[in-house]
């Protein structure tokens, strides 16, 4: 009301002193025909669109004749378009003021109030003109809006009535109704209301799901249970039926009802792919750690099949499981499959690599690999699969390029230091041992408790007898680690030997002979070696 009172007073002072400029210029004699003059120019300056014209006109109408209510809702309009709000809010206003039987001057002004938040003006404007215009839906719409924004529901509901009574039954008033009364809480009133729609419209499902919803919200399950029901039997093919039953079997803890009903959504060829695709990850999430999730995957994944075996989200979902139950084969078709629809998808390509590797394929993992990295240029997954499978595959050149680039794209340290500790064994078979141990000296700061490439790098240095303080401290830290590894024991071994410390030597190698399961030439031969160090 302040902001109101402070532009009403505003607009006093704006009338009084156009007034005294009139009278200076004009000495209290108005011309009409210039008025109408400029007037129509004004309206032609509209008509093409030119605010600024329009104004200018206006305006000059407004000189010849200063209460000239139409020239000042014209150009209140112009401002407006100018964005000259304040000067549009005022020349309405004295518009209004002028000529306060004109409905078009009154509703101009409350859009005003109604933009300015002004609310309390607003509603008194627009009760004023419904009782003027008691026939006019429009005017109680208005006054409907506004008693909404100031949560005044009985009033609302009041002029509602009223308003139904002059347009009949209307869908948006309804809903508008139900809502009011829910947000009340009348819940009362509210099943009142939702039990009428239903009498008055027994086939139309919503009512009796909105009923539902109300009845579950408030712990009437039997309620809640017959009304779905009863969905059913009126539309069977009702897209969110199964929805809202797998959301109530949830609540009430039936989960294999619960599921049965995400099973009858997915087959409901009447519910839209995404919703189905989300009620199944939300069931999925919230069923991660129960027994039964792997199988229940697996029917859901047939049930897409079935409605939609144009789409991948079947074969993603079956190649999960099969990948999930070792079963490479199947899970391989299914990647397969999915590609064919789609061949940009990194799960699908990822997956599809990860089954070939696991049946030895080493040559489609190469292949693929390479393939996907046509989409993924920087994903470095696919850099280290084709890396491996060409290292696999004896061609170490291509694959000390592909891990190359792929710890380019890499920011994780442990997938960097699985780069850096291949590409040092690849050097080192390469007989380029200088990068072979630069590898593995950024593999052991990115991942300093690896402990392959610790037992490696300590006998690589052992075999050149090079830095054997280091090759010991390494070595030391792998046994530590698997003090049953038969292999760690055998490298730590031949560095003690190196360093020409034969007894305990000895000691370690003798564990690492007894902890083989087949006779090894290499470990028999250091054996050897150290016992004739001890003369033995």
């Not at 080493?362 to 280290?384: G, S, T």
Request: a negative charge; hydrophobic letters at 35%; proline letters at 3%.
């Amino acid at each position: 009301m302040k902001k109101a009172l402070f532009f009403l007073l505003l607009s006093g002072f704006a009338i009084g002193v156009f007034a005294q400029q009139v009278e200076s210029e004009f000495q209290d004699k108005p011309d009409k025909r210039k008025n109408a003059t400029y007037f129509s120019n004004g309206l032609q300056s509209k008509y093409r669109e030119d605010t600024d014209g329009a104004i200018r006109n206006f305006e000059q109408a407004l000189r010849y004749m200063p209460d000239d209510a139409a020239s000042m809702f014209e150009l209140s309009e112009q401002y407006y378009n100018a964005g000259r709000f304040e000067e549009a809010f005022r020349m309405i206003q004295q518009a209004a003021n002028l000529d306060p039987e004109n409905k078009w001057y009154q509703m101009r002004l409350g859009q005003f109030y109604r933009n300015l938040e002004q609310y309390d003006d607003y509603i008194e404007l627009y009760e004023n003109l419904t009782k003027k215009y008691p026939d006019d839906p429009e005017m109680l719409s208005e006054l409907i809006d506004a008693y909404l924004v100031m949560e005044q529901y009985d009033k609302a509901l009041s002029k509602m009535e009223v308003l139904e009574k002059q347009i009949g039954q209307n869908d948006f008033f309804t809903e508008q109704r139900l809502s009011i009364l829910k947000q009340k809480g009348d819940t009362k009133k509210l099943i009142a209301e939702l039990e009428k729609l239903i009498e008055q419209n027994p086939e139309n499902t919503r009512y009796y799901s909105m009923l539902a919803q109300i009845y579950a919200e408030n712990g009437k399950d039997k309620d809640t249970l017959r009304l779905y029901e009863k969905i059913k039997e009126i539309s069977p093919e009702d897209p969110y039926v199964s929805i809202s039953l797998l959301e109530f079997y949830d609540k009430t803890g039936d989960s294999e009802k619960a599921f049965n009903e995400l099973i009858s959504a997915i087959r409901n060829k009447n519910l839209d792919l995404n919703t189905k695709a989300s009620i199944y990850d939300y069931w999925m999430n919230k069923n991660q750690d129960s027994n039964d999730v792997d199988e229940q995957a697996r029917q859901c994944g047939e049930a897409f099949l079935e409605t939609h075996p144009d789409d991948k989200i079947a074969y993603l979902i079956l190649g999960s499981y099969y990948l999930v139950k070792e079963n490479a084969p199947k899970s391989k078709e299914m990647y397969q499959k999915s590609l064919a629809i789609d061949s940009t998808d990194f799960l699908s390509w990822q997956n599809l690599i990860i089954s070939e590797s696991r049946l030895n394929e080493n040559e489609a993992v190469r292949d693929h690999a390479i393939k996907a990295l046509k989409y993924y240029p920087m994903q470095p997954v696919f850099y280290w699969y084709a890396g491996v499978a060409s290292a696999v595959l004896k061609i170490n050149d291509e694959a000390i390029t592909f891990l190359e680039k792929g710890r380019r794209y890499t920011t994780d340290k442990i997938q960097m230091a699985n780069f850096d500790a291949f590409l040092g064994d690849l050097y080192h078979e390469q007989g380029e041992e200088q990068k072979a141990f630069e590898a593995y000296e950024r593999t052991l700061r990115n991942d300093p408790d690896n402990t392959l490439v610790l037992n490696n790098y300590a006998y690589y240095l052992a075999v050149k007898n090079q830095d054997l303080d280091k090759a010991l401290e390494m070595s030391t830290k792998a046994i530590t680690a698997e003090p049953n590894n038969a292999t760690y024991l055998d490298t730590h071994a031949w560095v003690l030997y190196m360093k020409g410390d034969y007894k305990e030597a000895e000691k370690h190698m003798s564990k690492a002979l007894k902890l083989l399961k087949e006779p090894d030439e290499v470990y028999q031969n250091h054996y050897n070696a150290i016992q004739l160090k001890l003369k033995n």
